[in-house]
């Protein structure tokens, strides 16, 4: 069994910082790249940030310059620094994991975690 376990959401004004954490844990042999997705109402699931085990990251266009991905590969975690928060990044963020287990690799997903920014 593997589990990724999110934290940080919250409400914060425009403007304002959160910090997300996502933890992986079970039969985890080893975990390729980690990412940071969100859902806002009435919209598709988009990419957010993506960072390789070497980490390299990749951003949407819209968080450039605002957000952070990082992780901790000793401790299976993966952070996402938000600052300079805007109405529209209100969504429930998810986090994704390539994971491999003794049966092979396979997409593993956070519940997901609620941000909403307020103007």
């Known amino acids: 069994q593997v589990q990724l376990v999110e934290s940080g959401g919250g409400v914060v004004q425009a403007g304002g910082s959160l910090r997300l954490s996502c933890a992986a844990s079970?039969?985890?042999?080893?975990?390729?790249?980690m990412a940071w997705y969100r859902r806002a109402p009435g919209k598709q699931r988009e990419l957010v940030a993506v960072i390789s085990s070497g980490g390299n990251t990749n951003y949407a266009d819209s968080v450039k310059g605002r957000f952070t991905i990082s992780r901790d590969n000793a401790k299976n975690t993966v952070y996402l620094q938000m600052n300079s928060l805007k109405p529209e990044d209100t969504a429930v963020y998810y986090c994704?994991?390539?994971?491999?287990?003794?049966?092979?690799?396979?997409?593993?997903w956070g519940q997901g975690t609620q941000v909403t920014v307020s103007s």
């Open positions: 079970g039969s985890i042999f080893s975990i390729n790249a």
């Open positions: 994704n994991a390539d994971i491999r287990r003794t049966t092979g690799w396979g997409p593993y």
